[in-house]
């Protein structure tokens, strides 16, 4: 089992929601910064938002106001709710926990989203 496991992707209508989940192991949701990255086809990675221990957050222009990432500390488990989906945001979504001065950085396997009619 990997340390990060994402579900909830899948197919949407542009102007549609889609929830995104990523579970996490305990020690690695008590003490890192949880991510979301996405790639779409013949592109790089991009970060897309994140989600401190404390609780802030901060995302990428292109999703302000229409993304939002969130924690359960009970569940271990982050969140990114996409609103108003568009074309664009078609990529592979991934699940990253990282922490200042730590090699160690993690990666969960990815789930689709694809936007379209």
């Known amino acids: 089992q990997g340390q990060l496991v994402e579900s909830g992707g899948g197919l949407v209508q542009p102007g549609g929601s889609l929830r995104l989940s990523c579970a996490a192991s305990?020690?690695?949701?008590?003490?890192?910064?949880m991510n979301w990255y996405r790639q779409a086809t013949g592109k790089q990675r991009e970060l897309v938002a994140t989600?401190?221990?404390?609780?802030?957050?901060n995302y990428a222009d292109s999703v302000k106001g229409r993304f939002t990432m969130s924690r359960d500390n009970a569940k271990n488990t982050v969140y990114l709710q996409m609103n108003n989906l568009k074309p664009e945001d078609t990529a592979v979504y991934y699940c990253?926990?990282?922490?200042?001065?730590?090699?160690?950085?993690?990666w969960g396997r990815g789930t689709q989203v694809t936007v379209s009619s």
């Open positions: 990253n926990a990282d922490r200042r001065y730590d090699p160690r950085i993690y």
């Open positions: 305990k020690s690695i949701f008590n003490s890192y910064n």
């Open positions: 989600i401190a221990v404390g609780g802030s957050t």
